[in-house]
């Protein structure tokens, strides 16, 4: 018996062994992944800044996907990258600043900053290659931007766009019209947020005026073709009517009738 118990003691004693140092290495694992450098950055960390990352100049074409989850601030400029995807940084709860700046940025997708309400201070875009502003991308940032030095082009869906933006208000200043649609109404070189006057729906609503106008019309022309349509039907019924009328005999001729039926009795 004592046999027996010193071995089922010793098989407890290796799997308990076991079941610790794997929870060690999960341990481990776990937290080298959320405080390590991504590769090829550079990371520096600060009592009362936190981690910073840099892979400024790096010539990445995409955001790296191994940014540690602790991060405060990140600086991705002088790099390739293209496009900002959906919920790039979603698992960064702790960012308060991103520098995506003299990058060739043509497109940020849909909630491309998703996550970063919260934290998130300030956001850098200048200098890249951004021309239609995505209002879904900033979806939940009221965060300081810098969006200068973009060919934007400025429409009516931005005009429509701006009441939606919940960007510090100072920071669509950045958004200097480098074309516009319509082209003649003096947007080009213009700061958009500060042109009060500028109306770039103008050609929308002329358009949905014609339209109104030529359904109006339509409506018009389908009722006087009813109206039409239903006079002449009537008025064939009518003669018809009167006709049957007419063939009827009248009262006198029923008299004349009777008196000759009276008069041959």
């Given at each position: 018996m004592p046999l027996l118990e010193s071995g089922w003691l010793l098989?407890?004693?290796?799997?308990?062994?076991?079941?610790?140092?794997?929870?060690?290495?999960?341990?481990?694992?776990?937290?080298?992944?959320?405080?390590?450098c991504s590769q090829g950055c550079y990371c520096s960390e600060s009592d009362g800044r936190g981690k910073t990352v840099r892979c400024s100049n790096l010539r990445?074409?995409?955001?790296?996907?191994?940014?540690?989850?602790?991060?405060?601030?990140?600086?991705?400029?002088?790099?390739?990258?293209?496009?900002?995807?959906?919920?790039?940084?979603?698992?960064?709860?702790?960012l308060s600043e991103l520098d995506l700046s003299n990058n060739e940025l043509a497109q940020l997708e849909p909630g491309a900053f998703?996550?970063?309400?919260?934290?998130?201070?300030?956001?850098?875009?200048?200098?890249?290659?951004?021309?239609?502003?995505?209002?879904?991308?900033?979806?939940?940032?009221?965060?300081?931007?810098?969006?200068?030095?973009?060919?934007?082009?400025?429409?009516?869906?931005?005009?429509?766009?701006?009441?939606?933006?919940?960007?510090?208000?100072?920071?669509?200043?950045?958004?200097?019209?480098?074309?516009?649609?319509?082209?003649?109404?003096?947007?080009?070189?213009?700061?958009?947020?500060?042109?009060?006057?500028?109306?770039?729906?103008?050609?929308?609503k002329k358009t949905t005026d014609v339209a109104m106008l030529v359904t109006m019309f339509g409506w018009f022309t389908m009722v006087i073709s009813y109206l039409v349509y239903y006079v002449r039907n009537n008025t064939e019924d009518a003669r018809r009517h009167l006709e049957y009328l007419k063939s009827l005999p009248t009262k006198q001729e029923q008299s004349e009738a009777s008196s000759t039926i009276s008069t041959v009795v």
């Open positions: 098989r407890h004693s290796v799997v308990m062994c076991l079941l610790l140092h794997s929870l060690v290495l999960m341990t481990f694992c776990f937290h080298h992944a959320a405080t390590s990445l074409t995409e955001i790296p996907q191994d940014l540690p989850n602790d991060t405060q601030r990140i600086y991705l400029d002088f790099n390739l990258l293209t496009v900002v995807p959906s919920n790039a940084f979603w698992d960064l709860p702790m998703r996550g970063l309400g919260p934290s998130l201070t300030f956001l850098d875009l200048s200098s890249n290659k951004l021309v239609n502003f995505n209002p879904e991308a900033f979806e939940g940032l009221r965060a300081r931007a810098n969006l200068t030095n973009n060919p934007w082009h400025c429409d009516c869906s931005l005009q429509l766009a701006m009441p939606f933006i919940h960007l510090e208000p100072l920071s669509l200043t950045g958004i200097v019209c480098e074309t516009s649609e319509p082209p003649d109404v003096g947007a080009e070189g213009v700061p958009f947020l500060l042109a009060q006057d500028l109306d770039l729906c103008v050609v929308m």
